[in-house]
């Protein structure tokens, strides 16, 4: 004889709900304390650097740590500002953060473009082989590359900076062009019914539809530059030629750092890149988040 089924009743039904609104809640609780704490574990060094930007020398190291300066040293900000020449600094890591950004967007843009949708021999194995490139540290191809703007003439130049930077960035080649697979064909066959040849279609149909992903690239891009030290240490040996990283390189000596005026002029050099980020953390998510997505 067969078995009636048992079905649950409206009050069962009804408490399986609550108890899974309630799962979901407190996981969201946990998530959020978790995300909270990991927020604040990363903005203590922020913190820090500001507090003892505001202190005294002598209150640096002193133990227990102390968070709020007494006395609050204001002067250390125009200090560090008159101890090294930071606004030509200022006004070297603008400029060649602008132009290697603005160069990146456009070759990384065509580059894109041409291994999303232009068939040429070996298009695929070598968009493999310039992925691949983002495997090896910049550290291998410093040496090369130094040979190489040496023999230009480049050394201490501020194009020993940009020329690299702005022909070459794999990653930004594989953002766009990720994002320019996913937009529908159809819209550059009409445009080729309409007698418009690659490079019409690149500018006006390709570049307005990929904007967030060129907002975030440009972020990346100027964020990379502006805190780049590396390669600025090693081309550059000119005071008047230096950067922002490797002017704060500066305040080290060789048996003390004055950490205070380090620290202020830190917090200045980090206003910039805030800025960016607040302004362009929109892009940066709508951006890598619609990569690779088909419409």
């Not at 300066?69 to 090294?84: C, H, M």
């Not at 992925?131 to 540290?137: D, E, F, Q, R, S």
């Not at 418009?196 to 972020?219: C, D, F, S, T, V």
């Not at 005026?261 to 830190?266: E, G, K, N, R």
């Amino acid at each position: 004889m067969a078995s009636t089924p048992v079905f649950p009743t409206q009050t069962e039904r009804g408490t399986y709900r609550s108890s899974r609104k309630v799962q979901a809640r407190v996981l969201e609780g946990v998530t959020h304390v978790i995300l909270i704490l990991g927020a604040l574990t990363m903005i203590v060094p922020f913190l820090w650097m500001i507090s003892t930007s505001l202190k005294d020398f002598g209150q640096v190291f002193i133990i227990p740590p102390s968070w709020i300066p007494n006395p609050i040293q204001w002067g250390n900000y125009p200090d560090s500002l008159n101890a090294l020449p930071f606004a030509r600094a200022y006004w070297n890591s603008t400029y060649i953060a602008v132009v290697v950004v603005a160069s990146q967007l456009l070759t990384c843009s065509m580059a894109g473009y041409a291994f999303a949708r232009i068939p040429f021999p070996f298009r695929n194995q070598l968009f493999i082989v310039f992925l691949a490139t983002l495997m090896i540290p910049q550290q291998v191809t410093i040496i090369p590359t130094f040979i190489i703007m040496r023999n230009l003439g480049l050394i201490d130049n501020h194009l020993s900076l940009i020329i690299p930077s702005a022909l070459f960035n794999a990653f930004g080649v594989f953002l766009l062009r990720q994002f320019i697979m996913g937009l529908p064909q159809e819209l550059e066959e009409s445009a080729v019914l309409d007698g418009a040849n690659r490079l019409r279609i690149y500018w006006q149909i390709i570049l307005p539809l990929i904007k967030a992903p060129l907002a975030a690239l440009g972020i990346f891009s100027f964020l990379g530059q502006w805190n780049n030290l590396f390669t600025a240490n090693i081309f550059l040996s000119s005071p008047d030629n230096y950067t922002v990283p490797l002017l704060l390189n500066q305040f080290k000596g060789l048996y003390i750092t004055d950490w205070t005026l380090m620290m202020a002029a830190a917090t200045i050099a980090v206003v910039p890149v805030l800025l960016v980020y607040l302004v362009g953390q929109r892009y940066i998510i709508e951006g890598v988040a619609l990569t690779g997505i088909k419409r």
